[in-house]
């Protein structure tokens, strides 16, 4: 290995031997999954409001049709305004049908950078945006921290910013599909490294972490080619996050790329959320009994432009839609604040308008999964406003 390989996989092992936690109660423990859809994916075809004349107006290109049975590409109907787009038909479409999905429009932060670096930090920190913000913690490791007895993980390559702060908190990249992170004579180097030092236990655990997801990259590999699933997909990904959150975490974070459809989005969109809900799915399957007491909250920094542009696709915007799972949501649901969709009611000529503050709502999810106090949702969210949709 040259130095620098070596030093950073070295990081990697002992930084995730340090997070690493045990919890007593880890039998009837909320489990909680925070899924970040980075690019700012476009929810206006994801939950679609077909009962509005004017999302057929400005996206004379772009728009599913009306729900009809008879047509594959029209969108499902979820009650009279809202339908889903048909790629969820086999993986969200149940989870809302067995009362476990919901649907938050006009969702997310009231920063108007439409920067997809500088919104999603600004998410993930999770502070007000109003007066200074030091970006030195995010608001998953201010939970963690507050709930002092669960078990936070990353499924990233390095450390989001939502999981940074005063708690350390590991990061396994699960994408390394039959790649095993490290090999024996590795692993024996840094235990003969760490051979009575005080973090040796630590390590130890670190590196045992790394060899079974190993072995679960290459069991997935070899049932990918039986079953025909896409090795790159995030399927597999998704059901080795399953495994995790089950047997050993209770608070994770993993985002998802590929949201960015300026060009050509319909079959982008398309293969991307069925990419998605098939791994959302997935995840729900691999909990088994665990999933009932599990809240999936899917973000993105922002939604984008309601009108379609000239090639194809839709720019940065503003509002965005928050999808809520998990077998103890009370779902069927379009909730939170809303407004008829028309020209009118657009940000700026525009975007969907922000009514449902992400803090807020992530706030009142919180409170009711956790039972926190007033002061511990404000540990979570400085100065931030819970609002509470009856969602848990």
Not at 195 to 209: I, N, W, Y
Not at 309 to 324: F, I, L, Q
Not at 348 to 362: E, F, K
Request: with cysteine.
């Amino acid at each position: 290995m040259q130095r620098r390989t070596f030093l950073q996989t070295l990081g990697a092992a002992v930084f995730a031997a340090q997070g690493m936690r045990l919890y007593a109660g880890h039998e009837t423990e909320p489990k909680c999954l925070v899924v970040f859809l980075r690019g700012g994916y476009d929810c206006a075809n994801v939950l679609v409001p077909y009962a509005s004349p004017f999302y057929y107006e400005a996206r004379p290109g772009l728009a599913l049709p009306r729900p009809d049975a008879a047509n594959p590409q029209a969108c499902l109907a979820l009650d009279g305004a809202w339908g889903l787009h048909p790629a969820l038909r086999e993986s969200i479409l149940p989870l809302w049908q067995r009362r476990q999905a919901a649907f938050v429009p006009f969702a997310g932060t009231h920063d108007l950078s439409r920067s997809h670096f500088e919104t999603q930090d600004s998410i993930e920190a999770g502070e007000p945006l109003d007066g200074s913000r030091t970006y030195g913690s995010g608001f998953l490791n201010r939970l963690a921290e507050v709930l002092g007895n669960t078990n936070p993980i990353a499924f990233t390559d390095g450390l989001p910013l939502a999981m940074k702060g005063r708690l350390t908190v590991p990061n396994v990249s699960l994408k390394q599909v039959g790649k095993t992170p490290f090999d024996e004579r590795q692993m024996a180097i840094l235990a003969e490294m760490y051979q009575g030092h005080p973090l040796e236990a630590r390590v130890a655990e670190g590196l045992q972490l790394r060899k079974e997801v190993a072995k679960d990259f290459e069991r997935d590999s070899a049932e990918a080619s039986r079953n025909a699933i896409s090795p790159k997909g995030f399927e597999l990904e998704a059901r080795r996050m399953g495994r995790l959150m089950r047997e050993r975490f209770s608070l994770g974070f993993i985002d998802v790329g590929g949201w960015d459809t300026h060009v050509n989005e319909a079959a982008a969109l398309n293969g991307n959320l069925e990419n998605l809900g098939r791994g959302l799915a997935a995840y729900a399957q691999e909990l088994g009994t665990v999933w009932e007491r599990t809240l999936v909250v899917v973000l993105s920094e922002f939604g984008r432009t309601f009108r379609e542009n000239g090639t194809k696709g839709t720019d940065h915007g503003h509002g965005s839609v928050a999808w809520v799972l998990g077998g103890a949501v009370k779902g069927s649901r379009v909730a939170g604040e809303q407004v008829a969709v028309d020209r009118k009611a657009l940000f700026q000529d525009r975007d969907y308008p922000v009514l449902n503050d992400y803090r807020a709502l992530l706030g009142g999810l919180f409170q009711r999964l956790y039972g926190l106090s007033g002061t511990q949702l404000d540990q979570v969210f400085p100065g931030g406003k819970v609002r509470s949709l009856n969602l848990l």
